[in-house]
């Protein structure tokens, strides 16, 4: 994209505010954050301290805040829905605690959702190449012959790993987690803590992961600890 250097940072957040309409300490008061290209990053803390509020802006997800944010070094105020959409759909993957699989969709047209945006806009040959790299996804993540069950007959694990492969499917830079292994038993959630880590080591993927969980958090390369709306510390591991 034009104006961008290879070496500018993913994410560069500055003086996040946020309060919710039912009143109450604000979720976020004051958080600066800078994310680098390739990064992985692990942001954790109490039960409400606001780790999800920040991911959500982070990912363009929540839009009313104060202060900045810049993703790939382009200013989120300065886009528009559309603008911001796009930027979403196609750099930036999300996994969530609870899966949010489409329950009448096969695994495999879970993978393929993101591309129900590009209907009617893509070739055959783009298509075709959607529908391929779904399936070494699958593969990939140990659900070869799974692309035809759906998310009601899959365990757990086996759903995150559908949408961590729906996050994967339009090569993103930016994979944003939150509470990814929250749902799991442990040695599930161990099972996604390394394919995360492998994703990470494999690919330039940039990663931000909010979560409860120790394992996930040591295969950051760097913890941020939030308390009660605010960055309390950080440590590089
Ligand atoms: P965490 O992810 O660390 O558990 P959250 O970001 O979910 O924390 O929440 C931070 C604070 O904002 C909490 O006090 C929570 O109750 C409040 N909050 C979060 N989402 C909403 C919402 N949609 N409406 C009202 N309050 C909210």
Excluded: W
Excluded at 167 to 191: K, R
């Amino acid at each position: 994209m034009t104006g961008e250097s290879p070496s500018e940072a993913c994410v560069v957040a500055s003086g996040l505010r946020k309060s919710f309409a039912n009143g109450g300490r604000a979720a976020l008061e004051g958080v600066s954050l800078t994310v680098g290209r390739g990064e992985f990053v692990a942001v954790v803390g109490p039960s409400g301290c606001g780790k999800s509020t920040l991911l959500a802006i982070l990912g363009g997800l929540d839009r009313s805040f104060e202060g900045e944010v810049a993703l790939f070094g382009r200013e989120l105020r300065a886009m528009s829905e559309v603008e911001l959409a796009a930027l979403r759909g196609s750099r930036i993957g999300f996994v969530f605690q609870a899966f949010h699989l489409l329950g009448h969709l096969s695994a495999q047209d879970n993978v393929l959702a993101p591309t129900l945006f590009e209907r009617g806009h893509v070739d055959a040959a783009l298509r075709a190449l959607r529908v391929r790299r779904a399936g070494e996804l699958l593969d990939q993540l140990g659900l070869g012959g799974r692309g035809g069950s759906y998310p009601a007959e899959l365990s757990g694990g086996e759903r995150q790993r559908v949408a961590i492969a729906r996050a994967m499917l339009m090569e993103p830079e930016l994979l944003l987690c939150d509470e990814p292994t929250g749902n799991l038993d442990v040695a599930t959630g161990e099972q996604i803590v390394g394919i995360f880590r492998e994703l990470h080591q494999t690919t330039k993927l940039t990663i931000v992961a909010v979560t409860h969980e120790e394992s996930l958090a040591s295969a950051a390369g760097r913890i941020v600890r939030m308390r009660a709306g605010k960055l309390e510390s950080e440590i590089a591991l």
